[in-house]
């Protein structure tokens, strides 16, 4: 199964999103299972407010891939770093500020170059005339 995650390989994959890794399938008994967590581990999560799970119409909780990463980021935050649940909703808020910032970054530098390209093109033109 390859070398168990890093801290910063469970932050980083925190901030990936495929569309299919958000596509609720399993039930907490499964997630549990997965996560190496009791489902009564999972409920309190939930009820702090750390992972929120979609309900299927019987109100059953499902839980995503990447409900599933984040659950177990969670694990190892708590019980590899000893890192309080307090603490825990602290780093999974700033991760997802990085990811925020990161795509504002991304978005400004595509600006930027698109731009450049104009001010290169008016420049041309104008020794050009």
């Known amino acids: 199964m390859g070398r168990p995650l890093s801290f910063l390989d469970y932050l980083e994959s925190l901030g990936l999103e495929d569309e299919a890794d958000t596509e609720p ?5 499964v997630t549990a299972e997965l996560v190496g967590v009791h489902a009564q581990t999972i409920r309190h999560y939930e009820r702090v407010g750390l992972v929120e799970p979609a309900r299927s119409e019987g109100n059953i909780r499902l839980f995503s891939r990447r409900d599933v990463q984040r659950l177990r980021a969670i694990v190892y935050l708590t019980s590899r770093l000893g890192i309080n649940l307090a603490g ?3 780093i999974l808020d700033l991760r997802r500020r990085i990811d925020d910032l990161e795509s504002q970054v991304a978005d400004l530098q595509s600006d930027l170059r698109r731009i450049s390209g104009y001010l290169l093109e008016d420049s041309r033109r104008t020794r050009e005339s």
């Open 25 to 29: 399938v399993f039930v907490i008994s």
């Open 88 to 90: 825990v909703e602290a």
